[in-house]
């Protein structure tokens, strides 16, 4: 069984449609991560949209590993999840889960995970969240921003723990290090000196605390293009295999 991953969908009906197709070619799929903003917490858990995009992700074969982004709810208990231990499988950890939608699960910051793909066993540390640069568009339109929607001070000092005690092998992720992030893809219009870059200087201080020649390959979403290079890989709409 292998494990694939893809960037942000945003409750597209017709991306969860591709990743469904997609394991009819594709069989042995058992995983797909996805980095950050899936889209299936947003309206709320009674909201007919809400279960409309649920319903249709619950077709998918394979099982959706959901790293949280900026234009998304948190899971919670309020909304009918529990947190569980996932202990067999291709991706084992602890993670929030929803008894009605089997095949959803979401990663929980500060995580460490053990991933078995096809050639070797990764451990991988999660850390989602972003600063929402269209924040006073969306909600001068009445959309849905969260304040929580950037990793907190607890959260970050977990992550810190983690990336010094546990020998990390990829970073999961959906923003990036400010060293990584693509500013050939920024918002046109955006005068980005408003823009909260904190998560960023997180993680470009995490990414210093990895030793040189231990340095983990970075995989992150949130920009809207795929991109691949030696030390980092930005998804969007591609789809590849985690190996």
């Not at 790293?67 to 709810?73: F, L, M």
Request: aromatic fraction near 14%; include cysteine; hydrophobic fraction near 35%.
């Amino acid at each position: 069984m292998a494990v694939y991953m893809t960037g942000d969908i945003h409750g597209n009906p017709s991306r969860f449609y591709d990743l469904k197709s997609f394991c009819k070619v594709h069989p042995d799929a058992e995983w797909f991560i996805c980095l950050g903003d899936v889209g299936l917490n947003y309206y709320g858990e009674d909201h007919p949209q809400e279960m409309y995009i649920k319903n249709i992700a619950d077709e998918i074969p394979a099982k959706l590993f959901c790293i949280h982004g900026n234009h998304e709810r948190r899971p919670t208990e309020a909304d009918g999840y529990k947190q569980i231990d996932v202990t067999e499988g291709a991706i084992q950890g602890p993670m929030m889960w929803h008894a009605e939608h089997p095949n959803q699960y979401f990663a929980i910051d500060g995580a460490v995970y053990t991933i078995f793909t096809s050639d070797r066993v990764l451990t991988a540390l999660v850390c989602g969240g972003a600063y929402s640069v269209d924040k006073d568009y969306r909600l001068r339109r009445g959309w849905h921003w969260w304040p929580d929607e950037q990793p907190n001070e607890l959260t970050k000092g977990l992550v810190r723990l983690m990336a010094t005690e546990k020998q990390i092998d990829i970073m999961l992720t959906h923003t990036c290090p400010l060293r990584f992030e693509p500013t050939e893809l920024f918002i046109s219009g955006i005068d980005q000196s408003t823009v909260d870059q904190s998560t960023e200087r997180f993680f470009d201080e995490i990414y210093s605390l990895f030793p040189a020649y231990q340095e983990p390959m970075w995989y992150f979403g949130h920009f809207h293009g795929n991109k691949y290079t030696d030390e980092y890989v930005m998804l969007f709409d591609d789809i590849m295999e985690l190996k």
